[in-house]
Nanobody
Framework: QVQLKESGGGLVQAGGSLRLSCAAS????????MAWFRQAPGKEREFVAA????????VYSGSVKGRFTASRDNARNTLYLQMTSLEPEDTAVYYC???????????????????WGQGTQVTVSS
């Protein structure tokens, strides 16, 4: 079955950096749209970044653009999220998600994603 496993979360001070990884198995990774979402305490889950299968430029939410960089390694079946200039507002559980057949306008819609990881906690202290 499809499994997505996030890692790399932790506690970091404001202004610091973290790199998240999402290891995928049970799917043909290179054919899937891969995305990062996050959910802060008391808030709804929100889109962070997504990569379509053709490795075109990733799409980012406005709140992370310029600070976060998503990348994918199709040979390793792994999705990454390099986070820099972290702010306390970035504190959340970060989830990896996968789906197929998504058009550009659907990338930010969590309901369109078929598979989810269990998440990794990122805490940014002020």
């Amino acid at each position: 079955q499809v499994q997505l496993k996030e890692s790399g979360g932790g506690l970091v001070q404001a202004g610091g950096s973290l790199r998240l990884s999402c290891a995928a198995s049970g799917l043909t990774f290179r054919t899937y749209t891969m995305a990062w979402f996050r959910q802060a305490p008391g808030k709804e889950r929100e889109f962070v970044a997504a990569f379509r299968p053709n490795n075109s430029n990733p799409v980012y939410s406005g709140s992370v653009k310029g600070r976060f960089t998503a990348s994918r390694d199709n040979a390793r079946n792994t999705l990454y999220l390099q986070m820099t200039s972290l702010e306390p507002e970035d504190t959340a559980v970060y989830y990896c998600a996968a789906s197929t057949g998504l058009i550009l306008s659907s990338l930010t819609n969590e309901a369109k994603y078929l598979y989810w990881g269990q998440g990794t906690q990122v805490t940014v202290s002020s």
